[in-house]
């Protein structure tokens, strides 16, 4: 069985940046690959990056390339991502999950919110 927690989120301004950590109690990191996904109020859950980690290939999708990284940790169990630029339409709860997801493995998440 495999705990995720999801930190890191906040209130921030346009234009300012977060980090968010997860740390994983179990490890996913024997997956094909892991990601951040991101479900902002009436919409579904989507992906916004993932990590390959044979190799630590990584994809973003074309909202955030540029702008977020993610990264991992293996010898921590964690696996990070960096958001700068936030922009108002990055407001969103922010989960860490397996790739593809695996339903059981989904957190609490961490909200995130940029606003002036």
């Known amino acids: 069985q495999v705990q995720l927690v999801e930190s890191g989120g906040g209130l921030v301004q346009p234009g300012g940046s977060l980090r968010l950590s997860c740390t994983a109690f179990?490890?996913?990191?024997?997956?094909?690959?892991t990601a951040w996904y991101r479900q902002a109020p009436g919409k579904q859950r989507d992906l916004v990056a993932q990590?390959?980690?044979?190799?630590?290939?990584?994809f973003y999708v074309d909202s955030v390339k540029g702008r977020f990284t993610i990264s991992r940790d293996t010898a921590r169990n964690t696996l990070y991502l960096q958001m700068d630029s936030l922009k108002p339409e990055d407001t969103a709860v922010y989960y860490c999950?397996?790739?593809?997801?695996?339903?059981?493995?989904w957190g609490q998440g961490t909200q995130v919110t940029v606003s002036s």
């Open positions: 179990g490890s996913i990191f024997n997956f094909r690959g």
């Open positions: 990590i390959a980690n044979d190799d630590g290939r990584t």
């Open positions: 999950n397996a790739l593809p997801p695996i339903t059981p493995y």
